[in-house]
Structures are given as C-alpha cells and as structure tokens.
C-alpha cells in the first residue's frame, strides 16, 4: 500500500501521452539530429500554441514522426511560456517525474501554480498534494485539504476521490468514514475510476465496513472497464475468492493478466500461484503466504527442499485484494490524458 501522501495523479490534458509506455529516451537538444524536413516543419511551427500542442502531443505518442520526450517537453515549454495552463500543467508533470528533461521539483511546483493561477483545475489538484506532502512546498495538509474541498465543490471527480482518501485517513481533517464514503460515492457518480475503485474496495476488503461482494464487483468492473489497473487486479482476485460471483468464463484471469500488463506486480503474482496450485489452492490463503507462494514458484527447487518447512514471509507488501491508497506502481500524476486507458501509471 502507497503511503497515504502520495496521491497525485494523471489528468485530463488537451493532447495524448503513454507515460508507462515510454521507452529510454535520447537525452539530445530538442533540435539535434533532427530531418531537414523535421527542422523546416519545427521553424514554421514555433509561436503558433495549436501547432506547439499538436507537435508536443505528437513526439509524445510517436504520431506521425518518431517519439522523442525531450523535443515533446521542448514543445510543451514553449505553449506553457504563452500562458496555456493545460501546458503548463503537463510541463510540471515532466519536470516532477525527470520525463524529457531535468527531474525538478521546485519546477514542476512552479509550473503547477502558474495553471492553478489561470485556473486549471488539474494544477490546483497537484499543488494541493504537494502541500500535503511537503516535499517542494512548506508541508500544509489542511491547506491542501481545503484546496481539495474547494475542487471538489466544483463537482471535480479526481478531487471528490481525494477528498474521500483524506477524510478516510484524517489527512488535514479529522478521521471521517462516512463523509469519506460519501465523497467516494459522489466520485463513482461523476463516473470516475478512481472512485468506482474505492466503493469496491469499501465493499470488499476495508474493514469496519459492511462487505457486499455483489456491489463490489458492480463498482470493480465499471472502473476496471475504465482501464483503472488497481481495479482489475481486485476484479480478478474478487472473482477468484468467490467463484459463486456472477462471472464468464475465464473473466477473473482476463482481468489480472491485464492488470498485470497494466504494471500491477500483485497481479503478476496470483497469476503465478494460480499458474502453479491452481484456484483451490489459492482460496483463503492470506496475502503474505500468497507473496512467500510465489517466492517459492520463482525460486524452484531451493525453495521446495526446506524439510517441509513453510517458504518465509519477507514481505508485508503482497498480493492481496486491493486497499486504499492507491498502489505506488499505479498512481497517476494529473499531467495528461492518454490514448489508451489501460496505460494509467506513473513513476513518482
């Protein structure tokens, strides 16, 4: 389970980015090794926002020329400096997670307030979590509190859902489950993911509240059918622990291996047990023997040669049904929307 203060996540930007899906990228000047005709289409572009958006989401995506993170940054910089707060935002996001330039925090707070300043609801969220976590800002989880209230009283889901997180673990406001629940409910009805995802798992595995497996699956696969990737490894495992669950055939394995290509390792590891003992085996076991299962698996025959000895427990961080926050491995960053949904990760 991520640590409660690390919340940010993607946002809706105007342009498209794959930020899981970036491989290695060239450290170069934005206009090194570039084409002539790369070079003569960049000159003619430079000082028009539209075409510094268009060309910016392009080398993002590697729509239509090769992808390049640095001259995508480039391009971003140059629509940010004309004051577009969607740029702005998106530029801030690089700078927090080093993408196509300079890891900087300070930057990327900078960024984040200039969009905030104009109006941008995305940058207002990430500055909010960085006064909660302190890290660039003066550490302030009430101020950061109160600029979630302020979102999410604009009817803004991401903020609904973060508001839900901070009641639930008395983050800048006392400890309250049920205003928690609420704003968790009033995010599953503005259709987000996020929050589809907290009324699952309400639903499933946090204790103190009532458990109805029906509804948590209800929630579960309206988020999972998002591309919400902490939702398909709690799909999956919801389904496997309770076969009785209205489910096609194969569904539970459908959504953890694509929870697992989505960049869940908990997924990667049911699947690897499932893989070895099956789904009877599987039943009831708890999530640290789940993760010593798997230790197992991987090992082979070291592992197996014990004198019957049960595999150690070398990890409180294991594969079990899906807790709030969110997982470190699928948090997101508001910075940018993506062309493929199922992509919603992050390496903050």
């Known amino acids: 389970m991520t640590s409660k203060t690390h919340f940010l996540c993607m946002s809706i930007?105007?342009?498209?980015?794959?930020?899981?899906?970036?491989?290695?990228?060239?450290?170069?000047?934005p206009n090194a090794l570039l084409s002539d005709i790369d070079a003569a289409k960049e000159k003619t572009i430079?000082?028009?926002?539209?075409q510094e958006l268009q060309l910016a989401g392009d080398y993002m995506t590697g729509r239509g020329v090769a992808r390049d993170i640095t001259r995508s940054a480039y391009?971003?910089?140059k629509a940010a400096d004309q004051g577009y707060p969607g740029a702005q935002v998106q530029l801030g996001y690089f700078y927090l997670t080093g993408l196509g330039v300079e890891r900087n925090e300070v930057e990327a707070a900078k960024w984040f307030e200039r969009a905030a300043a104009s109006g941008s609801k995305e940058g207002k969220l990430n500055l909010a979590v960085l006064y909660i976590r302190g890290s660039v800002v003066p550490r302030d989880p009430h101020l950061g509190f109160v600029m979630l209230q302020e979102l999410a009283d604009k009817q803004f889901p991401c903020a609904e859902d973060y508001l839900g997180i901070s009641y639930l673990f008395g983050i800048g406001v006392a400890k309250d489950p049920v205003k928690a629940e609420k704003w968790f409910e009033r995010a599953a009805s503005h259709h987000s993911p996020e929050g589809?995802?907290?009324m699952g798992s309400l639903y499933s595995t946090i204790s103190g509240h009532e458990h109805d497996f029906v509804k948590a699956a209800e929630y579960l696969r309206r988020s999972a059918n998002s591309?919400?990737?902490?939702s398909m490894h709690s799909l999956g495992l919801l389904l496997v622990?309770?076969?009785?669950?209205?489910?096609?055939?194969g569904e539970a394995r459908h959504w953890l291996e694509s929870g697992a290509e989505g960049g869940s390792y908990r997924s990667s590891v049911v699947l690897g047990v499932l893989a070895r003992d099956g789904r009877r085996r599987l039943l009831g076991r708890s999530a640290p023997r789940l993760r010593?299962?798997?230790?197992?698996c991987l090992q082979g025959e070291r592992g197996r040669h014990r004198k019957g000895r049960p595999a150690p427990r070398r990890s409180r961080e294991v594969p079990g049904p899906a807790r709030?926050?969110?997982?470190p491995d699928v948090r997101r960053v508001h910075g940018s929307a993506r062309v493929d949904r199922c992509s919603r990760r992050s390496y903050l």
């Open 196 to 198: 589809e995802y907290a």
């Open 324 to 327: 709030l926050p969110r997982d």
């Open 46 to 50: 430079e000082g028009h926002l539209q």
């Open 292 to 296: 010593a299962d798997l230790d197992v």
């Open 241 to 249: 622990n309770h076969p009785e669950l209205d489910q096609q055939a």
């Open 13 to 29: 930007g105007t342009l498209t980015m794959l930020s899981c899906l970036i491989p290695q990228f060239t450290q170069s000047q």
């Open 227 to 230: 591309g919400y990737v902490n």
């Open 75 to 77: 391009w971003y910089h």
